[in-house]
């Protein structure tokens, strides 16, 4: 594991945390750095809304949001399992899974995804949702890996619930609530700029994700203002890149 990428993830969603956060792109760090770090090829993270039922609010893979989606529309899979009971769930070989998950276990594999480990974001008993890791070879992750996962998550966790923006629980709702409805406008903006530019969506959300950063934006406002015509997004070999925290680098 790369302990300097490690601490420069904790450092960045400490910042994240302390100065009034984009909660979507936070989530998406979330998942971009499990991947990163841990011995997983995919990452997926479902959010609770205000009525308790789960919502796909970030992914690291076209792939693995997708999958998400399918556990969701099937009533089925380890990250269901996982915001039910609070606890990690865990498939070491989805090959012999068929018997758990009928429907999720073959969705998966054939999505090229061998195992899966799921964690919780809890704070004592409030659940709020649940990471998933995803692997291309069947195996269980290591425990030192679990642990480092199941910290980020708590990390994600403790943000959503910071008691300066979350002292209430209509708060907490309503900040929810706002993430799932940019996450719908997100998935329109990143289908609409992978047509048009002739690119796939997972380097379409890579672009909008780019661009909203060096324009000192949020991601779910210039999605928006992309959706309805206000903002023009266009590849450019010349943008800014980013390091491995994720801040804006100038060439």
């Known amino acids: ?40 090829a995919a990452a997926g993270l479902l959010l609770a809304d205000p009525r308790g039922e789960l919502r796909v609010v970030a992914a690291s893979s076209e792939a693995a949001r997708l999958l998400e989606l399918f556990q969701l529309q099937n009533d089925q899979g380890p990250c269901l399992d996982c915001f039910r009971s609070g606890r990690p769930v865990a498939a070491a070989d989805l090959a012999a899974a068929g018997t758990r998950w009928p429907r999720f276990a073959p969705a998966a594999r054939q999505a090229g995804f061998a195992a899966v480990q799921a964690l919780p974001m809890r704070l004592r008993e409030q659940v709020i949702g649940a990471l998933n890791l995803f692997r291309a070879g069947p195996g269980a992750l290591a425990p030192a890996e679990i642990r480092v996962g199941q910290a980020l998550a708590d990390v994600a966790t403790i943000s959503l619930l910071h008691d300066r923006s979350m002292r209430r629980t209509d708060t907490l709702n309503e900040q929810l609530q706002t993430a799932l409805n940019s996450r719908v406008v997100i998935e329109q903006a990143k289908g ?52 491995r925290a994720g801040r804006v680098r100038q060439p």
């Open 192 to 243: 609409k700029l992978a047509e048009r530019l002739g690119i796939d969506v997972n380097q379409a959300f890579a672009l909008l994700r780019d661009q909203a950063r060096n324009r000192n934006q949020r991601l779910s406002d210039l999605a928006r203002a992309f959706v309805d015509g206000t903002q023009v997004i266009t590849a450019s070999s010349g943008s800014p890149r980013t390091n």
């Open 1 to 40: 594991m790369d302990g300097q990428l490690l601490s420069e993830t904790f450092v960045e969603l400490t910042d994240t945390m302390v100065a009034g956060f984009d909660v979507i792109d936070f989530l998406h760090v979330l998942t971009d750095r499990s991947v990163q770090l841990l011995d997983v």
